[in-house]
């Protein structure tokens, strides 16, 4: 039987800080819930982001070296409640229910069920999942990997994966011949990795935590901090302790970057205040108008600069950087001159004295850093906004020293770092050569598909196989509609996961469900327990050692279910020991060491350094890895990030989709939005009142949304609640990824082709 979602809805103001009593009761709450006040688990909380413990599964925040007695936030322990559930989904489960059944359960019941225990085949037959032995179902699978085309073959990543589970992956789809290697940064920080590298030669980040103690200015575009990374909000409380000043640009009021308690600060806590406020000024910038907010900052500096020129005093800009380090200057500043401030206040919805006093603080800042998240690089310029926030920190000279920077704020723990290994449908980006080198095969040397590239595949039926370690991805990807009906046509569907997703339940005609390890749990091989590692946001590398008993005997690790499927595929690979990596997974990290020498010397010596130690990161330095060895001014094409959006007399809004307190991307953990006072649903549409006026339609009032777009596509999605809601007008706003089958494949970044989700047109019909 379908289980029941609760029909009580609430929606309510939340007018508390983040952090404090709120998140600790909500965290409590939920473990109880889960039966999971247990043996262990606070003793393993305890070890979360430690030296001698494990790396949280949750986001990819940077671990301190001297880190707090409780080095998680909320949302951290939560993902690790839910890893460490006591419930379980095993073969009695689904023998119980067939997939056509399941696949009418909201996705946040498929999780709810537990871990998986079992390797499962999809029976067609019983339109069950049923038990099978790991040895028939790495033959078969290697049988049918074998059968297919390697260039008809994905190798999906989401980025949870170790960097020594990655490495391997990605060395046996290229041995097999394939160089489909998209992973989920392709739906959230590509714009980042296509347009920095252009800017300042380097694919990520150039700040370490330690410069946030040193910045006296902070920018906050595009990022949920308190719900996406909330121990940045520790470093950022200390930050505006010290007066910093936090600009932030969001077109929702955010709790998290408004007010915050700390919950592991007594005093703090016991204060009866309102807590620290976290944003000197926040300005609900238009969806889609940073590219103009951005324009407008950066002009009114030039301003500043030339009445400092006309009185003789110190210049604004840093001349002496913009000529040593930097090219594209003076076509930047007639980008600046040309653009009207008319247009920019319309774009970007924030008034000119509102930029003008952004720019006066920053002009007056020596170490500013600029932070971002996905309300940057979700949408059709993507890349620009990158680009954008870019120019203005080079105008000052915000890059390379100490307190100043660029800071992408990457999303799953390791998907950072799955790049640095090779996970990579580019080539260029890739030690190809030192591959063939090394392990004596012919690596395949053509661009592979990314994600969006996949999801058109698999629609035209040209790919012909998806092998996923982790992530749902038929759930996170846009175009839900097309892809879920196209999906079983797969001829092989092969998913290395924790728990039962949506994905799942779309079979092809061989369909495996392989269940692994967590990061939290004991892993032993050959020679003993093994520590794997990954890379968080700042580029600093950490071990992570997994003390919790496995939740089955039956499961395996994925750097060993990596290994037996290569072995399986391709017999004859006697160049590589893969089971002597197995056995001792440093071997693994020698050889990640040999292929990428720049990123990893001395790696077993280094990788359980307290706080990591730091890739080299050139453009940090002020080196800078670019064509031209210079920093590149990058003038933006459009002051708008979504150019091809019409809206002029239409009843068409832009809707941003976003992510709840109470969830982790499609993992859905519950219905209680806390920071934002929307509790019992996900199904709603958050609206200005003006436009709800506008179309006639009232609060509670349940609608219908459809894609403004001419393709001949139906993309609706029924039943959400009009709930008044502090957006600006012309945007709305509503749940990812109960929205994703408005999205259409081609609305994407350019280039770098990140699904533009915050930023789709749509209309509402009653
Ligand atoms: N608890 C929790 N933590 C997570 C995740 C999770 O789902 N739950 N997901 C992880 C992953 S994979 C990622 S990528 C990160 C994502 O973390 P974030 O980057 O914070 O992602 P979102 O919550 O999707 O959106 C960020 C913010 O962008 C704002 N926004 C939307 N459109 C615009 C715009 O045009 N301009 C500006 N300036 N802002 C805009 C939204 O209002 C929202 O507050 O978090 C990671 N951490
Ligand atoms: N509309 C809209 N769409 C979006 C976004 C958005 O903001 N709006 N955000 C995009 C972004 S930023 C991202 S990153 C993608 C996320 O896309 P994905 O990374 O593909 O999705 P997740 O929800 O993180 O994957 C959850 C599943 O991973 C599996 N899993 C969990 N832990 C492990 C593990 O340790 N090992 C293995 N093998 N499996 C595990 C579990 O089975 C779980 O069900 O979604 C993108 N889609
Ligand atoms: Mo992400």
Redesign the pocket.
Known sequence: MKPAVTDHVEIKKYDHPTGGWGSLSSLIRKAYGEGLLMSGIWSTLLKQNKADGYMC?SCSWAKPAEPRPFEFCENGAKATLW?QTKLRCGPDFFARHSVTELLDWPDCEL?KQGRLTDPLRYNAVTDRYEPVSWNEAFAEIGMELRRLDPKSVVFYT????SLEASFMYQLFARIYGSSNLPD?SN??HESTSVGLPRSIGSPVGTVQLEDFSQCDMMFFFGHNTGVTAPRLLHPLQEARERNVPVFTFNPLPERGLKRFKNPQNPVDMLSPGPGTKMSSDFFQVRGGGDIAAMTGIAKAVLALDDAAREQGSSRILDIGFIAEHTHGFAEFEAYLRAAAWDDIVARSGIARPDLEHVAEVYSRSNAVIGNYG?GLT?HRHGTENVQMLCNLLLMRGNMGKPGAGISPLR??SN?QGQRTVGISEKPELVPLDKFAEFYAFEPPREKGLDTVETCEGVIAGSVKGFVG?????VR??PETGLVEKAWRRLGLHVE????L?RSHLLPGAVTYLLP?L??LERDRQASGDQTVSMEDSTACIHGSFGSRPPVSPNLLS?PKIVAELAKATVPDMSSIPWDKWIADYSRIRDEIERCFPQHFRQFNKRFLTPGGFHRDIKASKRIWETPNKKANFKPPTTLETDPDIDVSGQKVLTLI???SNDQ????VYGYDDRLRGIHGTRMVLLMNEADIQRFGLTAGQQIDLETHADDGVERRVRGLRVTPYSVPQGNCAGY??E??PL?PLWHRAKEAHV?A?KSVPVRIVC
């Open positions: 599964v890893d999780e989401s980025g949870r994966a989920s739906m959230c996905m979700q999303g799953h998907v370690l982790g992530g749902n991805f996170a990807v290395i996961a924790t728990k997703n692994c967590s990061r994925e989709t976003v992510r982790f991307n499609t993992t990812y990824p929205l994703n999205v699904p989700v």
